[in-house]
């Protein structure tokens, strides 16, 4: 009777909730998850029409090339890397909050997908009889039982992604710190290369994975190098000259020439019709593509019974295609001044894993290349996106089978010089050094353990060894001291001064909490500019170290701004490189703000550190200040008799 009651009262709290919803809310809960009926309404057809059009055109080229190229690293055939590049970007231009960018296939991802490829459908158990089963593509089924697999890992990695959103999860991105995802994304571009090596010395070899692996190919290359293919030597050299020299002009003139040099799809042509027209495959024996079916397959779920052999590898590209979404999202974000919901971020990918699985699409997430691209080309909204799935369609339909004759060491060079983006992030290593050695450490070591081992290891060991490195500077960390500030700086707390505000920063500012710090001190900002001139009183007290470095300002800063705020640095432990950009940032978007942000207590290495990480609009030594009476005493408002101050103290916001 007991559980009879039970169950009616909550069936009765369940109808009372759902009856609670409004209309309003079901109408705002239907536009945050799928964006498109957001932004399409308001999609401005004359200004942003022809630019997307343009990158549409541009990223069109790159997806199809590099869907090419990404399958063939998957151990694939190369078709399904086209249909990778029509679903899945489809998908996302829906359900993605982002607007620049772009998904699709990604060497770090098909290598993951490689990995169970190889293990579970292995090259020797190769069948070349052709089938002739609707929806089979005519294809082997050799192929056909790769393609599962492969289809099998995306399926359940979209799975994993959208368990995440359902668990709340995006708020985990706060673990990965930019020193880890650039390690681990710069490792796993290695491998990637070393991936390509054989198809650009022409070598046949075997399968090689496993621990230290990228180590063994290349001792496998240096054994064999004999058996190199002097031609596809020759052609990889002049081909890599080629992209490389074309994409640097690219980016030094696409300002005066107003667009950029197609040159992936140029490579591609002239090679097909070279191949072609020369009998090359057959004559000097280098491998070409080969046949490539036209249209879109039938949906048909990825064998199920699969599943259980592609955790391990489902969860890698979850978590590394999410890594890698989520920071794309966040630099599309910050360029462009638009938020970004990590949730939803989550939802796309995992719809865009999921619902492509069903058309033999290998894994995917965003893609850094093409994004860039976007931004250089001059993308405006996702109709980019779906302009470049309009081009791939057609691809599909009427030229695929022209790419019959495409050299696979000409794939190889377009892959190698696409990841250029990832590999100069060597250069990342200079400014860890000069803002936080314990970064610049991070950093290597998670490298290291990427290229020994693959990069969801990498991914896993770079976010536990910074937490660890975060909690072993925290423990000793220098213990603090309460001062009160009438005894400081004996300043009266009355009604006299609003328009200053002092925050103490009374605790280490890392890539942990470095972000909630940002948002406290916006919206502290926002209620104290609704909150003008009201009378206030607080009391508080300031954080304050026991030591104090001297970085005394030499110049008067402008106080014809509304508002000064002083942030007291004095208090602060330690800081790595994301909580010094932090800092920066705060200045610069402050500023926007028309609020004068001066620094004290700052020490000499803090001082450098913030003005490295700032751009040209950034603090000078003119805002920094060795104590907070000196930094009041330059904003010329202790004198103020209209106005009051207010003491917080940001440990305990």
């Excluded at 920063?505 to 916006?522: A, R, T």
């Excluded at 200045?587 to 028309?594: H, S």
Aim: charge should be positive.
């Amino acid at each position: 009777m007991t559980s009879k009651k039970a169950r009616k009262g909550c069936v009765c709290s369940l109808w009372e909730r759902v009856s609670a919803i409004t209309l309003s809310e079901v109408k705002r809960w239907w536009l945050r998850r799928i964006p498109i009926l957001e932004w399409a309404p308001k999609y401005k057809l004359r200004e942003y029409f022809l630019p997307d059009l343009i990158a549409g055109m541009m990223l069109s080229i790159q997806q199809v090339a590099q869907g090419l190229a990404f399958a063939v690293m998957s151990s694939v055939h190369p078709v399904f890397g086209l249909y990778g590049s029509f679903f899945p970007p489809l998908i996302y231009a829906i359900f993605g909050m982002s607007r620049h960018v772009m998904t699709g296939t990604f060497a770090i991802t098909s290598l993951i997908s490689c990995a169970a490829v190889e293990r579970l459908v292995p090259l020797n158990n190769r069948n070349v009889t052709n089938t002739s089963l609707p929806g089979d593509l005519g294809l082997s089924d050799f192929e056909m039982e790769r393609i599962g697999v492969a289809a099998a890992v995306t399926f359940l990695g979209g799975v994993i992604q959208m368990s995440m959103f359902l668990l709340n999860l995006g708020c985990t991105t706060v673990l990965l710190s930019e020193p880890v995802v650039s390690a681990m994304t710069t490792g796993a571009a290695t491998h990637v290369v070393t991936s390509q090596v054989k198809f650009l010395l022409g070598m046949k070899m075997p399968y090689i994975s496993g621990p230290l692996g990228m180590f063994h190919i290349y001792i496998y290359v240096f054994k064999n190098i004999s058996q190199a293919h002097v031609g596809a030597v020759l052609i990889s050299i002049v081909l890599l000259v080629v992209l490389i020299l074309t994409k640097e002009l690219n980016e030094k003139y696409k300002s005066k020439i107003g667009f950029v040099i197609p040159i992936d799809l140029a490579l591609i042509i002239v090679a097909s019709l070279a191949f072609y027209s020369a009998d090359i495959p057959e004559t000097y024996e280098i491998d070409v593509i080969g046949p490539i079916p036209t249209g879109i397959p039938l949906p048909k779920p990825p064998p199920m019974d699969t599943l259980q052999n592609v955790v391990v590898e489902a969860f890698g590209v979850a978590l590394v295609g999410y890594a890698v979404s989520i920071f794309l999202a966040y630099n599309s974000s910050k360029r462009f001044k638009y938020p970004v919901c990590e949730n939803q971020v989550l939802f796309a990918h995992g719809l865009s894993n999921i619902l492509p699985s069903f058309f033999f699409c290998i894994p995917n997430s965003g893609a850094p290349a093409r994004t860039f691209l976007s931004y250089n080309v001059g993308s405006k909204t996702q109709v980019t996106g779906l302009i470049s799935c309009v081009l791939v369609l057609l691809v599909i339909y009427f030229v695929a089978p022209l790419l019959y004759w495409l050299p696979m060491c000409v794939l190889a060079t377009i892959i190698v010089v696409g990841l250029k983006g990832m590999l100069i992030q060597f250069r990342d290593l200079k400014k860890y050094w000069n803002v936080d050695k314990y970064d610049w450490v991070i950093w290597i070591c998670t490298y290291i353990f990427t290229i020994c081992f693959a990069a969801n290891i990498g991914l896993l060991f770079g976010v536990l060894f910074s937490i660890a490195v975060g909690v072993l500077r925290l423990t000793r960390a220098k213990i603090l001291h309460v001062v009160y500030m009438n005894e400081e700086y004996n300043i009266v707390t009355e009604d006299k001064y609003p328009e200053l505000r002092i925050v103490s920063i009374g605790s280490p500012l890392l890539f942990l909490n470095s972000k909630k710090f940002n948002m406290d001190i916006l919206e502290m900002n926002r209620k104290f500019v609704t909150r003008r001139g009201s009378s206030m009183q607080k009391t508080g007290a300031l954080l304050m170290s026991i030591p104090k470095a001297a970085c005394n300002g030499t110049l008067q800063p402008d106080t014809s701004r509304n508002m000064t705020l002083i942030l007291d640095c004095s208090a602060i432990p330690f800081l790595d490189y994301t909580g010094v950009l932090t800092l920066a940032q705060i200045f610069q978007n402050l500023t926007e703000y028309d609020t004068n942000v001066l620094f004290s207590g700052c020490r000499a290495s803090l001082v450098k550190a913030i003005m490295f990480c700032g751009s040209d609009s950034g603090p000078k030594q003119q805002h920094f200040y060795s104590s907070v009476r000196t930094a009041l005493h330059a904003s010329r408002l202790q004198t103020c008799t209209t106005s009051s101050l207010e003491v917080l103290d940001a440990s305990e916001a």
